[in-house]
């Protein structure tokens, strides 16, 4: 499990990395500037999730291999030409789809393994894949996605459902695979048919 938790956490902090560089590249920012918004994008949501955990210090402090890869990935976008890239913001959302579903599983996987209960394995795995989305999109202007329409901390929080429930049954490797495969399935469902939950508006009370 330690090896396969070890291999999750390094393709989402990469695909999450490469969604901030994405945004830093669209916001026309230097390669430094897209180095640091690939960086907070991709150890954002971990960062935050160890700290309330307990794992201190935080595992890029003690070993920055997270560090590299969020630099490695800011590198590759930045080097990629603009007909490689076709339309950035296309890959900017299936990047983010991708790390808010495997955050949301590793998440809830080191949640679960610390010992927290089910439930709150699960809200540490949406925390974990919304963090980071939150920060790079505040860094660069945007609105956050998970204050609009869209279904997106629901992903998050079907995928770690899927784990917490299946792990009781399978194997951490399975579990997560199904975990992962729940939100990203969700997620791409709702950016293809734009799909959303419904949104009460708020209404002054009458005098």
Same mark, same amino acid.
């Given at each position: 499990?330690?090896?396969?938790?070890?291999?999750?956490?390094?393709?989402?902090?990469?695909v +999450?990395?490469?969604?901030?560089?994405?945004l =830093?590249?669209?916001?026309?920012m230097?390669?430094v500037?897209?180095?640091?918004?690939?960086?907070?994008?991709?150890?954002?949501? =971990?960062?935050?999730?160890?700290?309330?955990?307990g794992?201190l210090?935080?595992?890029?402090?003690?070993?920055?291999?997270?560090?590299?890869?969020?630099?490695?990935?800011? +590198?590759?976008?930045?080097?990629?030409?603009?007909?490689?890239l076709?339309?950035?913001?296309?890959?900017?959302?299936?990047?983010?789809?991708a790390?808010?579903?495997?955050?949301?599983?590793?998440?809830?996987?080191k949640?679960?393994?610390a010992?927290?209960?089910p439930?709150?394995?699960?809200?540490f795995?949406a925390?974990?894949?919304?963090?980071? =989305?939150?920060?790079?999109?505040?860094?660069?202007?945007?609105?956050?996605?998970?204050?609009?329409?869209?279904?997106?901390?629901?992903?998050?929080?079907?995928?770690?459902?899927?784990?917490?429930?299946?792990?009781? +049954?399978?194997?951490?490797?399975?579990?997560?695979?199904? =975990?992962?495969?729940?939100?990203l399935?969700?997620?791409?469902?709702?950016?293809r048919?734009?799909?959303?939950?419904?949104?009460?508006?708020?209404?002054?009370?009458?005098?």
């Amino acid at each position: 499990m330690d090896i396969a938790l070890i291999v999750l956490s390094a393709i989402g902090t990469a695909v +999450f990395a490469i969604s901030g560089a994405l945004l =830093g590249l669209r916001k026309g920012m230097d390669i430094v500037g897209i180095s640091f918004v690939a960086t907070v994008t991709g150890i954002g949501g =971990g960062t935050i999730r160890d700290v309330l955990l307990g794992a201190l210090p935080v595992a890029w402090v003690r070993q920055p291999t997270d560090i590299a890869i969020c630099l490695a990935c800011a +590198f590759i976008v930045g080097a990629l030409n603009r007909p490689l890239l076709g339309n950035r913001m296309t890959w900017l959302l299936y990047a983010d789809a991708a790390g808010l579903a495997l955050f949301a599983v590793l998440g809830a996987a080191k949640a679960e393994a610390a010992g927290a209960h089910p439930l709150v394995s699960i809200l540490f795995g949406a925390m974990s894949a919304s963090f980071g =989305g939150i920060i790079r999109d505040i860094i660069c202007g945007e609105r956050p996605i998970l204050f609009a329409k869209e279904i997106y901390i629901s992903a998050a929080l079907l995928g770690g459902g899927v784990f917490v429930v299946l792990s009781d +049954f399978f194997a951490f490797q399975p579990a997560a695979i199904a =975990g992962v495969l729940a939100a990203l399935t969700l997620r791409l469902l709702a950016m293809r048919y734009e799909w959303s939950l419904p949104f009460p508006r708020y209404r002054e009370p009458l005098s």
